[in-house]
T-cell receptor, first 113, second 111 residues
Framework: DAGVIQSPRHEVTEMGQEVTLRCKPI?????LFWYRQTMMRGLELLIY????????DSGMPEDRFSAKMPNASFSTLKIQPSEPRDSAVYFC???????????FGSGTRLTVV | QKEVEQNSGPLSVPEGAIASLNCTYS??????FFWYRQYSGKSPELIMS????GDKEDGRFTAQLNKASQYVSLLIRDSQPSDSATYLC???????????FGTGTRLKVLA
């Protein structure tokens, strides 16, 4: 298995632009999670899905953030409009069940200037 | 109080020594506990999981869980320079499917 695949690896954008991050989970994994990591706050859960349905989006910072999972093999995290404080590494992770640990993707390093 | 707390370190140990990493959590009903290793610039990698009180060993790694005291620890025996990384503790609070991560402890193994 190729693991959890994220794209792009790096994204540099100007403030106010729309940013879309993409994730392909491991086949057969029913849970998908989006995390954001910064030096100051560590790993923060933004949202997670179970069987393509959003279960908990309480970590989404504000309405500028949205996430979708149109099918079992694809999810997007969108920021519109982007702000410099959104600069972070965004990780996608998937899990086959609620009891097991996650497998993380390689992350997308987002820089908003 | 943070939900999952770890000492940020760095924790420096000589090569061959035992490294002891600790984590405390606030939700007494938490059921699942994990340790992840994260090398600089890389993604977290699962190294240990533990679900019941006591010790769980896997190679050079031992996870210890004490639910009464609400702490979980990770011991690394015969530490190697390649073990130098940040170690993240993750806890699954009761009634949820999500994991809360601590901010991590940076470990440095000195050759």
């Amino acid at each position: 298995d190729a693991g959890v695949i994220q794209s792009p690896r790096h994204e540099v954008t100007e403030m106010g632009q729309e940013v879309t991050l993409r994730c392909k989970p491991i086949s057969g994994h029913d849970y998908l999670f989006w995390y954001r990591q910064t030096m100051m706050r560590g790993l923060e859960l933004l949202i997670y899905f179970n069987n393509n349905v959003p279960i908990d989006d309480s970590g989404m910072p504000e309405d500028r953030f949205s996430a979708k999972m149109p099918n079992a093999s694809f999810s997007t995290l969108k920021i519109q409009p982007s702000e410099p404080r959104d600069s972070a590494v965004y990780f996608c992770a998937s899990s086959p069940n609620r009891a097991g640990g996650y497998t993380f993707g390689s992350g997308t390093r987002l820089t908003v200037v | 109080q943070k939900e999952v707390e770890q000492n940020s370190g760095p924790l420096s140990v000589p090569e061959g020594a035992i490294a002891s990493l600790n984590c405390t959590y606030s939700d007494r009903g938490s059921q699942s506990f994990f340790w992840y290793r994260q090398y600089s610039g890389k993604s977290p990698e699962l190294i240990m999981s533990i679900y019941s009180n006591g010790d769980k060993e896997d190679g050079r790694f031992t996870a210890q869980l004490n639910k009464a005291s609400q702490y979980v620890s990770l011991l690394i025996r015969d530490s190697q320079p390649s073990d130098s990384a940040t170690y993240l503790c993750a806890v699954n609070p009761s009634g949820t499917y999500k994991y809360i991560f601590g901010t991590g402890t940076r470990l440095k193994v000195l050759a």
